[in-house]
């Protein structure tokens, strides 16, 4: 039994509606929309939400939807060809009017609607109905099967026969050579008798060459084991200088070392001020050959382009066989849907991420009619560039620099944890975003809750000194804009954190950074770990830092980090991941696509994007970028 089954345009106008119930289904309707047609989402023509199954079909031509509404637990087989039916059914009856324009007029369709919708059911009740027959062995598959089709490795089969037949003739040739060396009694002759007798005591092998004469007498005695010399051994000349005890008069030394390391370079100054307010996007970078070759194929014939070699978008040269005026179908637009998967995938787009992106736009393309020759490539390029970019722009606003003002002027500090697998670059994305955030005026309190690995506090003790020399408390009504909360290692990371935030809050500092231990995304006990720390202290902000190198490794992650959270948390709404960092970005030149299938994975954005080493390399994800890299 169908809920609901309405037809809109893409516009929004609702043209037809059938509704069984007095139940409300437009927050159901309105989630498909913003999560699966407005996101890009399109491969998969079903969706859930709460206790309803939604499946859709787009009409191109008209720029129609077509939704229907049933719940979950029914398994209804005709639902997809119901919704084909009255697709054909809907544009033959008012086609005059979808060509027009004219969608303010009254669509009787209910009639109609219920004769298809009588039709369908009964179909699947004659089926259900029908006696189940057992095919005899005639009929059945393994009827079919010869012995040939049985044998594996077919290709194979050839190549062994005639390796095992040459393995017998040599065979029988050594016999026959043993045959001619024995007499007739059974014994061996003399000659085969010396031979085996010389190659038993190798009386036949030729004598080693003399050496030259030329080599030294000394060559042949043994070296004795050289004693390695290494600086700083400690050596009574080298005591002084290698001694810092307060005895020696320089105890100062070691101390006045690690103030040189942690005092601003001139490169260093040269930061202050440059992040102040939002963060720089990405450049997007266009060189003159691919301005040329856009300019050509606008203005070059198709058969002159067809003869001389593409350049950038060569898959879709495909398109320029068909017809003008064309409706295209999923069998036209096939070949260029192959090509542009491998495509992605060669540009570290994960591979169901690149399969299900090419259906979302083929799902766009098919029923499209098309002019001219030249829209037709043109019109496939801007699809899937719409899409990509549709599909990185945030579905949400994360705006840091708002949000801890309000918390600010609500007397709370900002809290954002950051997580992610082993060896990304978490802490020293943290101390990037720390200098953006004091750079525009918040004093940070940075958590160290890394209590596994090794040095980990004293990185983040290192990145403090930095930042507070760059930004001296003199400057700053003599309190420190960077304030590091560290316990050690052992401890309770869920623990120190809440620590860390009530500390924040009775010292009136703005924002919390919370930096937690790698760990992969199979590790259960510190997923568990992380969960528990997330659920206590419940932060403004979780953000999962990834690398830009990975592919189909970054889907794994997001995963699994996201369903430890949700099964760990035991709470009704558990708090997942909102946001991303994509970590070493500098690295990769135009394989950006573990940017696509993160986002694609998660539905969250990416805030920040890591560029370099220093501090300022930090920047906002441009899509029009990412997404001219990825089509390069």
């Not at 909360?485 to 009136?508: H, L, P, S, T």
Request: with cysteine; hydrophobic share 35%; charged share 30%.
């Amino acid at each position: 039994m169908l809920d609901l089954f309405t037809i809109f345009s893409k516009g929004g106008i609702v043209l037809w509606c059938f509704q069984s119930t007095s139940e409300i289904f437009t927050p159901s309707v309105n989630a498909l929309i913003k999560s699966v047609i407005l996101q890009e989402r399109g491969g998969n023509n079903a969706f859930d939400h709460e206790a309803l199954t939604l499946k859709y079909k787009l009409d191109n031509e008209f720029e129609l939807v077509f939704v229907v509404a049933y719940q979950k637990i029914l398994q209804l087989s005709y639902v997809d060809k119901f919704l084909n039916d009255i697709q054909m059914e809907f544009r033959d009856k008012y086609k005059d009017d979808l060509t027009q324009g004219n969608l303010s007029r009254n669509f009787n369709f209910t009639e109609d609607f219920k004769t298809l919708l009588k039709i369908a059911e009964d179909n699947v009740r004659k089926e259900a109905q029908k006696p189940k027959v057992m095919k005899s062995f005639e009929e059945s598959q393994k009827s079919k099967k010869t012995v040939a089709s049985m044998i594996e490795n077919k290709k194979e089969t050839p190549k062994s026969v005639k390796e095992q037949k040459k393995k017998a003739a040599e065979a029988m040739k050594v016999a026959k050579a043993a045959e001619q060396t024995t007499v007739s009694n059974g014994t061996l002759d003399e000659e085969t008798i010396r031979k085996n007798i010389e190659k038993k005591f190798g009386l036949n092998k030729k004598p080693k060459a003399e050496k030259a004469k030329t080599e030294s007498p000394d060559a042949n005695k043994k070296k004795g084991k050289q004693a390695r010399k290494w600086d700083k051994g400690g050596t009574a000349k080298e005591m002084r200088e290698l001694d810092f005890s307060a005895a020696n008069g320089d105890g100062d030394k070691g101390k006045d070392r690690d103030l040189d390391e942690t005092l601003p370079t001139e490169e260093d100054l040269a930061m202050l001020g440059s992040m102040s307010g939002n963060l720089g996007d990405l450049e997007e970078e266009s060189s003159e050959e691919e301005e040329e070759s856009e300019e050509e194929e606008e203005d070059t014939p198709v058969q002159q382009k067809s003869a001389g070699k593409s350049k950038g978008f060569g898959m879709f040269n495909v398109f320029k066989g068909l017809v003008g005026s064309k409706t295209l179908t999923r069998d036209d637009i096939q070949d260029v849907l192959n090509k542009m998967r491998d495509h992605l995938i060669s540009k570290n787009v994960a591979a169901d991420i690149a399969a299900k992106l090419c259906d979302s736009v083929a799902t766009k393309l098919e029923g499209k009619v098309l002019g001219t020759f030249n829209t037709v490539a043109s019109t496939v390029r801007n699809t899937l560039q719409e899409a990509c970019v549709q599909l990185l722009s945030p579905k949400r606003r994360i705006d840091i620099l708002r949000d801890a003002m309000e918390a600010k002027q609500q007397n709370r500090p900002y809290t954002i944890v950051f997580c992610g697998v082993n060896g990304v670059g978490k802490s020293t994305n943290l101390a990037k975003v720390s200098f953006w955030l004091v750079e525009n005026g918040f004093r940070v309190l940075i958590a160290a809750c890394d209590t596994f690995r090794a040095g980990a506090v004293e990185q983040l003790r290192t990145h403090t000194r930095k930042l507070n020399a760059l930004h001296p408390p003199t400057k700053h009504n003599g309190m420190q804009m960077v304030q590091l909360y560290e316990q050690g290692y052992g401890k309770d990371a869920a623990g120190i954190a809440m620590q860390a935030v009530n500390y924040a809050r009775d010292y009136k500092l703005d924002v919390t950074l919370i930096d937690t231990a790698g760990r992969m995304q199979d590790n259960e006990p510190l997923m568990r770990a992380l969960a528990k720390l997330i659920k206590v202290n419940q932060p403004d902000l979780v953000l999962f830092v990834g690398e830009a190198l990975v592919g189909n490794e970054a889907v794994d992650q997001l995963t699994k980090f996201n369903q430890a959270l949700a099964d760990h948390s035991q709470m009704e709404n558990p708090r997942l991941i909102d946001g991303i960092v994509l970590t070493k970005f500098d690295t990769i030149d135009d394989k950006v696509g573990a940017a696509v299938s993160m986002t694609y994975i998660t539905g969250q954005p990416i805030v920040f994007v890591g560029t370099g080493q220093t501090y300022t390399d930090l920047k906002n994800l441009n899509a029009k970028a990412v997404v001219s890299a990825l089509l390069k």
